[in-house]
Each structure stands twice: as structure tokens, then as C-alpha cells.
T-cell receptor, first 115, second 111 residues
Framework: GAGVSQTPSNKVTEKGKYVELRCDPI?????LYWYRQSLGQGPEFLIY????????DSGLPNDRFFAVRPEGSVSTLKIQRTERGDSAVYLC?????????????FGPGTRLTVT | KQEVTQIPAALSVPEGENLVLNCSFT??????LQWFRQDPGKGLTSLLL?????REQTSGRLNASLDKSSGRSTLYIAASQPGDSATYLC??????????FGDGTTLTVKP
């Protein structure tokens, strides 16, 4: 079956603009995660959804970042008033249940560049 | 706060060699540990998942071990091949949905 997909694959935006990044998880996976990865570093946890609700959003760096998953499938990560420091690869992952019990499967990522 | 360290940061070996990658973590109260592979410019591919109650997992030429009490995991790759060249990341899960990653070991296998 299809894996995790993310759109767009690349996004270039100007400082101060608003962006939305989309994640389509594997069908039937109830858990969904967002991470961001800077060059040469491992992914950094942002937020975890179980179903429609954010079960853990402790990794969101500030209130400019927000994520939704209204129907328990597709998720959108929203970044307001983008800053150059937001430039990174944003990775989405999904699993059959919480990652404490199940493997995470990752999408190819969205490379965000803020100019 | 969980911290995950991977040593070495980079490793270069000749084809055919057996090798070990290391992952250490500071908080032993984990649910599981997962090893991933990442090719340049790509997402992560899951290799092995070890639950906290397990000591090791094997898949083909890969063997991962877990010693929770000492906060260590190793990934053993047998008979390395040039196609194994990639960055290897370990991730530790210390609550139901949050994983902490190391910064990875970049492996180069020379033909």
C-alpha cells in the first residue's frame, strides 16, 4: 500500500509569511507525528496526534506553530509569521498506534526555506 | 530530559567488513528503541524496533541489541556493502508518542 506522503516537497517563502505543510498518513494509522530536521542533526519532535486530538504538543517551539488533524487522517502543520530560523526539513510519520508500541513510518519530508 | 548520543558521528569501512554502531541514552525508562536509515535528501526508513522487554532484534544482516539498564543499544551490520552507505539514526521512545533521536552515524562503505 501507499506510504506516508507529504506536500509540497519543497516550499520557499519570504520571512513573515504564513505556510501550511500537509501530511497524508498510511491508511488506518491512528497515530501521526511531526518532526523537523536541521542539517546534520536528528529529527526533533514537534507534536503527536492520536486520532483527531493532539496527545502531546510539547515540542512545538512557540505559538507561531500549530497543527491540526480534523478527521483523524490528513494533518496540516501551520506556521505563522515565518522566520529564517524555521528553515528545515519537516518530517511526518504515522504508526498503527502510539509509538511506544508500534513502528513509525516516515514520509519524504517537506524542505522549507524562509528567505 | 532524555538525551540520545550516537558515536561515532561518521565511519568509513571497506566492503565486507562487519561493523557496530552505538547509541546511548540517559533515561532508561523507555518504551522502545527504533533504528532508522536515512539516505541523503530522503525520509527515514525503519530498520528494527526493539521493545523495552526485548534484548535484541534481527533482520537479515542487521542485529540490534538493547541494554536498558546501561542505556545502550548497538546496531551490528554484517558483511557490509556499498549500498549500506547512509546515515543511521536511533530513536528512543520514553512516553507513548514522543521519540528522541540521536544525530546519527554517517556510514560510508567503500567498494
Amino acid at each position: 500500500g501507499a506510504g506516508v506522503s507529504q506536500t509540497p516537497s519543497n516550499k520557499v517563502t519570504e520571512k513573515g509569511k504564513y505556510v501550511e505543510l500537509r501530511c497524508d498518513p498510511i491508511s488506518g494509522h491512528t497515530a501521526l507525528y511531526w518532526y523537523r530536521q536541521s542539517l546534520g542533526q536528528g529529527p526533533e519532535f514537534l507534536i503527536y496526534f492520536q486520532g483527531t486530538g493532539a496527545a502531546d504538543d510539547s515540542g512545538l517551539p512557540n505559538d507561531r506553530f500549530f497543527a491540526v488533524r480534523p478527521e483523524g487522517s490528513v494533518s496540516t502543520l501551520k506556521i505563522q509569521r515565518t522566520e529564517r530560523g524555521d528553515s528545515a526539513v519537516y518530517l511526518c510519520a504515522s504508526s498503527r498506534g502510539p509509538s511506544g508500541d508500534y513502528e513509525q513510518y516516515f514520509g519524504p519530508g517537506t524542505r522549507l526555506t524562509v528567505t | 530530559k532524555q538525551e540520545v548520543t550516537q558515536i561515532p558521528a561518521a565511519l568509513s569501512v571497506p566492503e565486507g567488513e562487519n561493523l557496530v554502531l552505538n547509541c546511548s541514552f540517559t533515561d532508561s525508562a523507555i518504551y522502545n528503541l527504533q533504528w532508522f536509515r536515512q539516505d541523503p535528501g530522503k525520509g527515514l526508513t525503519s530498520l528494527l524496533l526493539i521493545q523495552s522487554s526485548q534484548r535484541e532484534q534481527t533482520s537479515g544482516r542487521l542485529n540490534a541489541s538493547l541494554d536498558k539498564s546501561s542505556g545502550r543499544s548497538t546496531l551490528y551490520i554484517a558483511a557490509s556493502q556499498p549500498g549500506d552507505s547512509a546515515t543511521y539514526l536511533c530513536a528512543v521512545n520514553t512516553n507513548a508518542g514522543k521519540s528522541t533521536f540521536g544525530d546519527g552515524t554517517t556510514l560510508t562503505v567503500k567498494p
